[in-house]
Nanobody, 126 residues
Framework: QVQLVESGGGLVQVGGSLRLSCAAS????????MGWFRQAPGKEREFVAG????????TYVDSVKGRFTISRDNGKNTVYLQMDSLKPEDTAVYYC???????????????????WGQGTQVTVSS
């Protein structure tokens, strides 16, 4: 069983930065996909960024391209989301997710992911 624990959320001003971490315990499949999703109040959960656990091709939603960077440290079993130039519309609960089985590509549909963290709140004030 895989457990995911997010950290690093908080309150930041417009234009500021935060780095989210997702620590994984248990065995992650070598070609599993790892994703960051977010959910704002009254909105559906949306894909933000994803990376493969090994051989880290990355995928981003258009709204964060050039501002967010996903990375992973396999030695630490941790995936990161570096968020720069934050905007009020980035305010949401951010969730880390992982697939159980290997993936040829990073999926953007939340239903493709089997393991989820508890979420961490990111609030960007204007």
């Amino acid at each position: 069983q895989v457990q995911l624990v997010e950290s690093g959320g908080g309150l930041v001003q417009v234009g500021g930065s935060l780095r989210l971490s997702c620590a994984a315990s248990g065995r992650i499949a070598s070609r599993a996909a790892m994703g960051w999703f977010r959910q704002a109040p009254g909105k559906e959960r949306e894909f933000v960024a994803g990376i493969r656990w090994y051989g880290g091709s990355t995928t981003y939603v258009d709204s964060v391209k050039g501002r967010f960077t996903i990375s992973r440290d396999n030695g630490k079993n941790t995936v990161y989301l570096q968020m720069d130039s934050l905007k009020p519309e980035d305010t949401a609960v951010y969730y880390c997710a992982a697939t159980r089985s290997p993936r040829l590509r990073v999926g953007v549909d939340s239903e493709e992911y089997d393991y989820w963290g508890q979420g961490t709140q990111v609030t960007v004030s204007s």
